[in-house]
């Protein structure tokens, strides 16, 4: 059994930076794969990024390509997600997740309960 909790969310302004992190508590995490996703109010939750156990792979999706930027501590039992050049848009719940499968959002296996990041324009 993973638990996860989420901390960093918060009220920034566009074109500001948050830093979010989920300290995962149980056996094993650098078994596990990691994901963030986000959900906007009033829509479905999406793939933010994802990281790999030894972090070999990192992928992102296309509306936060080159601005966020995942990566994990092993040894702290930790992901983060460094978020740059925020936009309005970026206004989500997020939420990390764990798998030891692949990264999917229906394919995750444990769940944070999220934080909140508003983007004020």
């Known amino acids: 059994q993973v638990q996860l909790v989420e901390s960093g969310g918060g009220l920034v302004q566009a074109g500001g930076s948050l830093r979010l992190s989920c300290a995962a508590s149980g056996p094993s995490f650098d078994t596990y794969a990691m994901g963030w996703f986000r959900q906007a109010p009033g829509k479905e939750r999406e793939f933010v990024a994802q990281i790999g156990w030894s972090e070999s792979r990192k992928t992102y999706a296309d509306s936060v390509k080159g601005r966020f930027t995942i990566s994990r501590d092993n040894a702290k039992s930790t992901v983060y997600l460094q978020m740059n050049n925020l936009k309005p848009e970026d206004t989500a719940v997020y939420y990390c997740?764990?798998?030891?499968?692949?990264?999917?959002?229906?394919?995750?296996?444990?769940w944070g309960e999220g934080t909140l990041v508003t983007v004020s324009s």
């Open positions: 997740a764990a798998t030891r499968g692949i990264v999917e959002l229906n394919r995750m296996d444990y």
